[in-house]
């Protein structure tokens, strides 16, 4: 399938961008894993730095309690620092994160401090004691745990950073690689698409340059400019072979004015001149008169050969008679000129053309066998018109010395020939006979879809 031109300029670039896309949305998937990763140990860092301040608080609340039972004067004096190191514990012994982390005995042991120094102002210095001896080691432990959680959690953060981003590091480095490769294939496919068609099109444009005006088929359907390009460079060829075709057919019509020109001047005005003389030497006196049916013949004479030009210009036998009637009026018109000849004509032939086909096929049939009288030099000649597989055919060939190759279809009677059948939509070939020498022209009308005249 080909691609409009604005898509193949498009392809590699779009391709490119996509690629991108792709890989910018992998890393914003893999950001939020490094994330998660990195909270690991974070939390556990978190919940180890609580244990250390429960511990501090813990060791600094047994002191105080200790004070207190040592120095009873200095109770109040002393209370206010325990409450607030008290709130301090308290606040990061109830917190969820350190709880569920820690296990199952240690959290028990906390739950139960918590209960006896959740009222301090009620303290009971001995028994603050001897809860936060039994405190800190369990504490202390879990303090040890949670470091050592901490050094796992970042051990294994470490480990997985280094996989996400070897991950990340070969997926840029593929999409990359792929970017490369698909933009340089992509855009040298485009660029050598493009030049093929501009290849093609430039040709056709030589060729036109040339003056071979042969058609070929536009695009049916437009895709993009160049599709645009191709269609107007077929419309121009088509216009250049209409009007040389037309120049070809007033060339034709030249040269048979000028054939007739010269038929007239040899024969019509030669028989003229002729009369003229015998009147002229019946007026003279002296001279003997020739007899009125000496004169009465030369009449006829010059008579017969006016209607022969009259029948070259345009045959009234053609209209009155039909198509066979008028090739074999000419075939006995030149009868002693000619050699041995077979006429064979299908009556199916006369129904199946237009008046235009009919006159267009008289003078592309009787050019032939012009062609035949002037150039074979043979002994014999068949002429056949005949309805095959819907198309009209219709054969000149001859045993004579046969035409070059390089000269069928090239001639000048042969390109008026052509550019006649051109016009109706026909084609013309030229090949070998099926005698032993001479040439073999045909004639290929189709019958089906003619376009009608304009």
């Known amino acids: 399938m080909q691609l409009p031109f604005r898509y193949q300029f498009l392809l590699a670039p779009a391709t490119i961008i996509l690629l991108l896309a792709g890989l910018v949305t992998y890393t914003l998937v893999e950001l939020p894993r490094i994330n998660r990763e990195n909270e690991i140990p974070r939390q556990w860092e978190l919940a180890a730095d609580r244990a250390l301040v429960m511990i501090a608080t813990a060791s600094h609340l047994d002191q105080v309690a200790q004070r207190m039972a040592a120095t009873p004067a200095k109770r109040d004096e002393l209370l206010f620092d325990y409450i607030e190191q008290t709130q301090i514990y308290l606040d990061n012994a109830q917190h969820s994160e350190l709880l569920a982390r820690a296990p199952e005995d240690i959290r028990r042991i906390i739950r139960d401090s918590t209960a006896r120094l959740r009222d301090p102002e009620h303290v009971d210095p001995k028994v603050a004691h001897a809860t936060l001896s039994t405190l800190l080691p369990a504490l202390n432990q879990l303090y040890v745990g949670f470091q050592s959680q901490r050094r796992t959690a970042l051990m294994d953060y470490h480990r997985n950073l280094r996989e996400i981003v070897a991950q ?42 040339a003056g071979d005006l042969a058609p070929y088929p536009a695009p049916i359907h437009v895709r993009d ?101 008028a090739l074999r009026s000419f075939l006995a018109r030149h009868g002693s000129s000619l050699p041995d000849y077979h006429f064979e004509f299908d009556p199916n032939a006369e129904s199946a053309l237009r008046p235009e086909q009919k006159i267009h096929l008289f003078r592309i049939a009787t050019e032939a066998i012009h062609n035949v009288i002037r150039h074979a ?13 819907q198309h009209l055919l219709c054969t000149v060939e001859d045993n004579g010395i046969g035409m070059p190759v390089a000269q069928m279809s090239q001639g000048h009677g042969c390109l008026n020939i052509s550019e006649r059948a051109r016009a109706i939509g026909a084609q013309t070939s030229w090949g070998a006979s099926r005698f032993s020498s001479g040439t073999r022209f045909e004639f290929s009308l189709p019958l089906v879809a003619t376009p009608c005249p304009n």
């Open 225 to 325: 400019e160049l599709d645009t390009l191709d269609q107007c460079l077929a419309a121009m060829t088509q216009r250049l072979i209409n009007t040389v075709a037309v120049e070809k057919v007033l060339q034709g019509a030249e040269d048979e004015r000028r054939r007739i020109a010269m038929d007239m001047h040899d024969g019509v005005l030669a028989e003229l001149t002729a009369l003229s003389r015998t009147l002229d030497q019946a007026e003279n006196a002296q001279a003997k008169t020739p007899p009125i049916s000496e004169l009465r013949a030369n009449v006829a004479e010059l008579a017969e050969s006016i209607r022969c030009v009259i029948e070259d210009l345009h045959p009234q036998s053609l209209e009155i008679l039909g198509l066979e009637a």
């Open 377 to 389: 030099q043979c002994s014999r000649f068949e002429v056949s018109i005949r309805v095959v597989a």
């Open 168 to 209: 990340l590091i070969n997926a840029s480095l593929t999409v990359l690689l792929i970017c490369i490769v698909l933009g340089v294939g992509l855009a040298t496919w485009g660029l050598h698409a493009t030049r093929r068609r501009l290849a093609t099109l430039t040709q056709r444009a030589q060729l036109v340059c």
